[in-house]
């Protein structure tokens, strides 16, 4: 685990106990809900070993818990509904919805459950879970960051930017199908703006 001196630690807890809306000495957890109306996630992929294509998930849903004393223990629980991907080539969405990819009839939701591991910062962090595609749960760790905050003055509440991603194996999760054409590493990624 990252060692945090006394005076870091102390800001960072300040911050993110603004973050929370709370002050350091609270022991309370904050909890937020968002979904892609204020937020991205996207996946990417190679095509041929030369090409690339993102698509995204069109609907999804995710709860955050902050504990403002405990910052790098952050929990984040996501949902995917498969059936929403969504990607701008011919044909690609009817393959994704096949039982070759996601299975939508069989598995119509995705999902990630994991917390930050304790080390790092806000500015970048870890976490750590599993991810659960068609009916199959592997470890998943992504990078985070805390983007930065503005002032929204016609709120008068600030709003958080954050980021996420990491990369899977689809194979790992049983979508071997076009394997000659789609690589296997498949690029996730979420930005999301908090209310806070």
Known sequence: MIQVCPIERRALLGGLAALAGTSASASTTERYVFDQTQGTLEFTARHLGILSSTGRFDDFSAVLLIDPDRPLTTTVAVIVRTASAALA????????RSPEFFDVAE?????FDGAATGQGSLDRFSLAGNLTIRGITRPFSMQARLLGRRRDEARGKDIANFSASGEMKRSEFGMTAESSAISDRIGLSVRVSLIV
Not at 89 to 96: D, I
Not at 107 to 111: L, T
Request: no cysteine; net charge negative.
């Open 107 to 111: 598995f119509p939701e995705a999902r």
């Open 89 to 96: 080539y011919p044909g690609a969405v009817e393959l994704l």
